[in-house]
């Protein structure tokens, strides 16, 4: 099956500069690369996603690139702001549509 | 809110009793996910419905079990239980899971087993 790998596990930045967090993943076949961001008790919340044919997607602050030789993507976030502190988790998915989760990122943003 | 609603929120029971555990997707959404959340193992795939037929399996134990309704609404069985099925299961739904990809996540429900 899948294999996700995601890196740091934690990640503390001042407010206002940039987090990156960067996933790998095992299968070629993997064609849909959804991040979730999830507050303490809360649901998994899609925050953005890119496809297989897309190799760089943004929204607002967000953004998240995908490079499909290396078979990684990475999510970057600009201008954080302490309402960004959260877990991150990406995801991989072939055509069975079920996500293969990466083991999460905490991200602390200092005031 | 995501639109897919999950009950019960939480739920405590002994070990080898038996839970069924709720979801009701978003409207319109014909495809049904189970995830659960443990703090070593990760956000897990379970299994997925679409439109009341099984379609894909994860790493779900022989003593799982779920079904999806003509309503939709799906229900996750989880039967003798063990300390280690402590865990938040989620629900998510998507739209079909074939043209659409993005799942949505419900609240969750937190199962303690003691």
């Known amino acids: 099956g899948e294999n996700v790998e995601q890196h740091p596990s934690t990640l503390s930045v001042q407010e206002g500069d940039s987090a990156v967090i960067k996933c790998t993943y095992s299968d070629s076949a993997s064609n849909y690369f959804p991040w979730y961001k999830q507050e303490l008790g809360k649901r998994p919340q899609l925050i953005i996603d890119i496809r297989s044919n897309v190799g760089e997607k943004k929204d607002q602050r967000i953004a998240v690139t995908l490079n499909k030789t290396a078979k990684h993507f990475s999510l970057h976030i600009t201008e954080t702001q302490p309402e960004d502190s959260a877990v991150y988790f990406c995801a991989a998915s072939m055509n069975d549509y079920k996500l293969s989760f990466g083991a999460g990122t905490t991200v602390t943003v200092r005031a | 809110d995501s639109g897919v609603t999950q009950t019960p929120k939480h739920l405590i029971t002994a070990t080898g009793q038996r839970v069924t555990l709720r979801c009701s997707p978003r409207?319109?959404?014909?495809?049904v996910y189970w995830y659960q959340q443990s703090l070593d193992q990760g956000l897990q795939f379970l299994i997925q419905y679409y439109n009341g037929e099984e379609r894909a399996k994860g790493n779900i134990l022989e003593r799982f079990s779920a079904q999806q309704f003509p309503d939709l609404h799906s229900e996750l069985n989880l039967s003798s239980l063990e300390l280690g099925d402590s865990a938040l299961y989620f629900c998510?739904?998507?739209?079909?899971?074939?043209?659409?990809?993005?799942?949505?996540f419900g609240p969750g429900t937190r199962l303690t087993v003691t």
């Open positions: 409207s319109g959404d014909l495809s």
């Open positions: 998510a739904s998507s739209v079909d899971g074939i043209s659409s990809y993005e799942q949505y």
